[in-house]
């Protein structure tokens, strides 16, 4: 284990600070998302609609508690905090010229609040919050004009908060823009919203690569501003396992891996891979990409490799349709029948995490941080001074005890571990305050209503436990 391992926990800034308005922050994608629950999907409407549950408008306030609240994570003693800049509070509409001061004030104090009690910021600069008005003007990231809205972003927060800040990425979770039937995903991670009689696959790539370009144009920029950055991408890695031994099955999952490791590929080597050249020729797809964007990608590959991890999916190549599991991330998946599932359909599997790490690892010979790995869970929050979540417990014991394995065992170097929030915060997926993460608790319902107070669960003492001993008590 690296003796400055992070320890920590992460969120982003769109599920936690609220605040939506407040110091000239712009309206931002996550702005425009309806509350949901694991049966009824987010809406994205045009605009802000009156009378409609806009949970992001809220967050937990963490705009006017993190010092309160970092204390509590001091009292668990992480070493490093992932949270994301929010792109509308520097520049409210994405394309001025000049950042919001008041902006820019806020994440002063905030890092500067982390760094007092002993924590490392860790970065995320665009996390499912791009500017609403780069959607509405630009169409998202298929148009070219976003990279350098993104990259002037970039820039004003690398040299502003240089000295306080160390690790950086770039895109949450970029390969979530993969599916463009997935409209929740295609709209928060790349603001695009696909026409009926336009090439859905064309749009895809061609944004996937303009935030591609983006991403190394910032990795490059960020090196020259400060030599001591390290700039990684970021995953939502989901390992994809074949439902048999059946060769066609095998085959299947290897392909699926693509809508993963196409991403990693750029990234880490800089060049397009030859399958997704290939596909691009059969598909007849014509990617806008000049020479000087190809160099590009080259001059900026990342420091390191961030991953999410929350399940597997299993692939067959003959679904049955009453075979399909609740999570899908894309029409193949299947449910694996030697895992269970979260209440939200989430197929649980510690297991999965040492071979993500391994695969990732030897594939490309990176560090590695987990920057997001928990359990999404009904609390029973009759008792608010004792809710006991011993099933959060499980959860975590179990991934940890698999990263510690890929790292002593199998000799994989990982950079840290950062749990998926750390303190209840709005789901991003469907918008519920009451699909929770957290050691502590956040007295709020889906609607905002609450007292908001923090209460610590019987999962707080445990984590602290687990970061004191660096983890050894639990193998
Ligand atoms: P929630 C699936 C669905 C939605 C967001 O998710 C996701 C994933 C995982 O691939 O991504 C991340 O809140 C994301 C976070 C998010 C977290 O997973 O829907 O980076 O913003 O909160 C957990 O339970």
């Not at 007292?451 to 602290?464: C, D, L, M, P």
């Amino acid at each position: 284990m690296r003796e400055n391992f992070l320890w920590g926990g992460a969120i982003a800034a769109h599920q936690a600070e609220g605040e939506w308005q407040t110091d000239g922050k712009g309206i931002s994608v996550a702005d425009v998302l309806t509350s949901g629950n694991h049966k009824k999907k987010r809406e994205i409407t045009k605009g802000i609609i009156a009378g409609k549950n806009y949970p992001n408008h809220f967050g937990i306030d963490f705009y006017n508690t993190y010092q309160e609240d970092l204390k509590l994570f001091e009292e668990m003693g992480f070493n490093g905090f992932r949270t994301s800049i929010a792109w509308t509070r520097i520049f409210p509409n994405g394309d001025e010229a000049v950042p919001n001061e008041a902006g820019l004030q806020f994440y002063d104090d905030l890092f500067d609040s982390l760094i007092e009690k002993g924590m490392a910021p860790i970065i995320t600069l665009s996390h499912f919050e791009m500017p609403y008005h780069l959607v509405e003007a630009y169409g998202g990231w298929r148009s070219k004009k976003v990279i350098d809205c993104f990259v002037r972003f970039a820039e004003v927060v690398f040299e502003h908060y240089k000295s306080k800040v160390k690790y950086w990425m770039t895109f949450n979770e970029i390969n979530n823009m993969f599916n463009p039937e997935d409209e929740f995903f295609s709209f928060v991670t790349g603001g695009l919203q696909y026409q009926a009689d336009e090439n859905k696959q064309q749009v895809m790539y061609q944004a996937s690569m303009n935030q591609l370009i983006a991403s190394a144009k910032v990795v490059e920029i960020g090196k020259k501003i400060c030599s001591d950055f390290e700039i990684g991408c970021m995953l939502a890695f989901i390992p994809v396992y074949p439902f048999s031994s059946h060769p066609e099955d095998v085959l299947l999952a290897q392909q699926e891996m693509r809508s993963r490791y196409f991403y990693l590929d750029v990234h880490v080597h800089g060049e397009v891979p030859n399958y997704t050249k290939r596909l691009w020729e059969r598909e007849k797809i014509v990617i806008d990409l000049s020479e000087e964007e190809l160099q590009t990608l080259k001059n900026g590959t990342v420091d390191y490799i961030s991953i999410s991890y929350y399940m597997s999916n299993t692939v067959s190549s003959r679904v049955l349709q009453d075979q399909a599991s609740s999570y899908k991330s894309s029409a193949n998946v299947v449910d694996n029948p030697y895992l269970t599932a979260s209440d939200w359909g989430w197929q649980n599997d510690p297991t999965g995490l040492r071979y993500a790490l391994n695969e990732l690892y030897y594939r490309y010979r990176k560090p590695i941080m987990i920057v997001e790995n928990g359990l999404g869970a009904f609390d029973d929050v009759s008792n608010k001074e004792a809710i006991v979540d011993d099933y959060r417990i499980a959860y975590l014991k179990n991934h940890i005890k698999a990263m510690k394995q890929a790292m002593d065992e199998d000799g994989v170097d990982v950079l840290g571990y950062t749990s998926w929030g750390p303190i209840d915060i709005v789901s991003a997926g469907t918008g519920e305050m009451k699909k929770r993460y957290g050691f502590i608790y956040v007295d709020q319902d889906d609607f905002g209503q609450g007292t908001k107070q923090r209460y610590k669960k019987k999962s707080f003492e445990w984590y602290k436990s687990v970061i004191q001993t660096n983890a050894e008590t639990l193998i």
